[in-house]
Each structure stands twice: as C-alpha cells, then as structure tokens.
C-alpha cells in the first residue's frame, strides 16, 4: 500500500493508451462495464459525464450509488460513492467514500492515480480501507489488461479461493485484546456461519498467524498468499492465535460465489440477497450451519478445543 494518511488510499498505474480510451473506461457507464462493473447505469449523457450526475455501479455483491463531483475530460473525474456491500449471508451494509481519478501524459503513457478518501479513524473504517485499496489494485490491474492486451481478467483477478472471514490487520486495540502485536496478524472480525473457516472451527477475535506455512502479518499478505492457492485442491493448513495460545487447523477453501463476490449470471443485487438469505434459512434449518462437518471437517466438540487442534 502507497503510505498515505489513514483516511484514504492511493493507487497509481501507467497505461500504454492514449487518454481518450482511459478516460472513456473510467468515466462512462460503457467504460467501466468493460473492466469493472458487471452493470451501470447514469441519470445523465451516458457519453459526457458531468457534476450531478448519478451512477448506479453493480460490481457483484457491492453495488455503488455514485454522485458525479468533479468531471473534467481526459483530465479529472471525481465521485461520491455510496457502496451497498451484501455479506455471504445477505446482510447489507453501505459505505460512503469519495473517489478521484487523475489522469497526466508520461512519456508515452498514461500515469492513473486513484484516490480514495473518507475513512473513519475505527476498526470497520480501516478494515474498508484495507479492503478498497487491494480492490482497486486489481481492478486497475484489469484495466491495463483489457486496454493493452484486450483481456478482461476480472473472473480471475477476483475468484480466489476464499476462508468466509471479514478480516483486518491487527490495530492496537485489537492487541490489547489477543496479545498478538500490531501488524503482527489477521484479525477475525466475523466468521461467517457455513464458511471453510465456521468449518475449520475458526471463530470471531481469531489472529491468522499463517497459511500454509507462510506468515499473514498484514491485510495484504493475507490477500496474496490465500491467491497463491487459486486452481489448487485440498487442505490448507491455518495457524492462528486464540486466547494468548496458538493452534493449528485445516481448511478447505471455497470459491462460491457467496464468498468471491462474482456474479457470473448477472444478478441483480436484490436477486443475489434473496438467494443467499434463502441459502442462509436452507442450511440453518437443516442444521448444516451448526454441524460443520461437511468436507471431512471436524466439529468444535469433536475437535476436543474449540475446533482446532491443540497448540503447535
């Protein structure tokens, strides 16, 4: 991540395009669906955006309610984003973000630096700060893609294997909690009820100390190193910290639709909250929530300690 105050973010790429088609991809509904969004819409000229404006941006499971602020062609685009963001269970929750494009000629290139601004100072604040700025890193890796090479790579960008987890680097606060130092973990905000993790017999104030092996001090070793294992099959060892101990379980990542976010039949975001509410009620009803013993997984009772093997 690019240091910056902890209100915002910065991304930044150079693009072998001339600043007609990066503008164009970026500032118009057409654009962005062709790298970005799966549907927009405008209230204004879809091919002349300007201040008023309001864009309805769906990227899956999050769908975006944005106000146009600034628009100056080839040049600036800013937005007011409103983002409605649906958990694997259905539950929405929105975030309000401001985002700014900027566009300069270099040396044959386009420089694109991403702005964005407007995160609170608490835990869930910084948990959307970490989560935006890895977002839009591969999204833009995507744009560059698709206006390079003619690639739309988002399925593969985004369908990584997922734990079912809502997960932020260890903050002071969250240290005091668990004993594990700042920087020095993943913490587990929630859980989800029939994820790997539930499964796994992870729980909610969990630290992922490692995956596999590999250390995940940080949001963004997390997000890397549970990528590493897109297209591979099996177990893969969690080593994390619960109560000042360490131990070690197993899981089998999912790459369900629930957890990736992609909506590869293009749902709306109404259509994708009913499904996985009824999925949700589904399971819940026929224990398979409580359980947890799908895919060879053991349960907390089974496991003799809360799910997890003794410590390592």
Request: proline share 4%; net charge negative; with cysteine.
């Given at each position: 991540m690019i240091e910056c105050p902890t209100d915002r973010t910065r991304n930044v790429t150079y693009l072998e395009a001339a600043p007609e088609q990066v503008w164009w991809s970026i500032a118009t509904t057409e654009g962005t669906n062709t790298y970005l969004t799966y549907s927009s819409s405008t209230t204004g000229d879809p091919s002349l955006p300007k201040a008023?404006?309001?864009y309805t941006l769906n990227y899956g499971d999050i769908e975006n309610q944005s106000v146009v602020v600034e628009s100056v062609p080839n040049?600036?685009?800013v937005l007011s984003d409103a983002y409605q963001s649906l958990a694997p269970d259905g539950k929405a929750e929105i975030f309000y973000v401001n985002t700014a494009f900027t566009l300069e000629e270099s040396d044959g290139f386009v420089k694109l630096s991403l702005q964005v601004q407007g995160f609170a100072e608490?835990?869930?604040?910084?948990w959307?700060?970490?989560c935006l700025e890895m977002g839009w890193r591969r999204s833009l890796m995507n744009l560059k893609s698709v206006l390079e090479l003619g690639l739309d790579l988002r399925t593969e960008l985004f369908s990584y294997p997922r734990l079912g987890v809502?997960?932020?680097t260890v903050n002071p606060e969250q240290s005091r909690e668990t004993g594990v130092s700042v920087g020095g973990g993943n913490y587990l905000l929630e859980v989800f009820p029939n994820s790997p993790a539930q499964k796994a017999g992870l729980r909610a104030h969990d630290v992922i100390l490692g995956i596999g092996g590999r250390r995940t001090a940080v949001y963004g070793d997390f997000v890397?190193?549970?990528?590493?294992?897109s297209g591979k099959k099996g177990p893969v060892s969690v080593t994390f910290s619960r109560s000042g101990k360490r131990h070690e379980t197993t899981v089998l990542l999912s790459v369900e639709e629930q957890f990736t976010g992609l909506n590869k039949e293009s749902l709306s975001l109404e259509e994708i909250k009913q499904r996985r509410e009824l999925i949700a009620k589904s399971r819940s009803a026929s224990g398979a929530i409580w359980t947890g013993t799908e895919n060879g997984m053991k349960t907390a009772a089974e496991n003799g300690e809360d799910g997890a093997a003794g410590a390592q």
């Amino acid at each position: 991540m690019i240091e910056c105050p902890t209100d915002r973010t910065r991304n930044v790429t150079y693009l072998e395009a001339a600043p007609e088609q990066v503008w164009w991809s970026i500032a118009t509904t057409e654009g962005t669906n062709t790298y970005l969004t799966y549907s927009s819409s405008t209230t204004g000229d879809p091919s002349l955006p300007k201040a008023g404006d309001v864009y309805t941006l769906n990227y899956g499971d999050i769908e975006n309610q944005s106000v146009v602020v600034e628009s100056v062609p080839n040049r600036r685009f800013v937005l007011s984003d409103a983002y409605q963001s649906l958990a694997p269970d259905g539950k929405a929750e929105i975030f309000y973000v401001n985002t700014a494009f900027t566009l300069e000629e270099s040396d044959g290139f386009v420089k694109l630096s991403l702005q964005v601004q407007g995160f609170a100072e608490d835990t869930y604040g910084q948990w959307l700060r970490e989560c935006l700025e890895m977002g839009w890193r591969r999204s833009l890796m995507n744009l560059k893609s698709v206006l390079e090479l003619g690639l739309d790579l988002r399925t593969e960008l985004f369908s990584y294997p997922r734990l079912g987890v809502t997960n932020c680097t260890v903050n002071p606060e969250q240290s005091r909690e668990t004993g594990v130092s700042v920087g020095g973990g993943n913490y587990l905000l929630e859980v989800f009820p029939n994820s790997p993790a539930q499964k796994a017999g992870l729980r909610a104030h969990d630290v992922i100390l490692g995956i596999g092996g590999r250390r995940t001090a940080v949001y963004g070793d997390f997000v890397r190193v549970i990528s590493s294992y897109s297209g591979k099959k099996g177990p893969v060892s969690v080593t994390f910290s619960r109560s000042g101990k360490r131990h070690e379980t197993t899981v089998l990542l999912s790459v369900e639709e629930q957890f990736t976010g992609l909506n590869k039949e293009s749902l709306s975001l109404e259509e994708i909250k009913q499904r996985r509410e009824l999925i949700a009620k589904s399971r819940s009803a026929s224990g398979a929530i409580w359980t947890g013993t799908e895919n060879g997984m053991k349960t907390a009772a089974e496991n003799g300690e809360d799910g997890a093997a003794g410590a390592q």
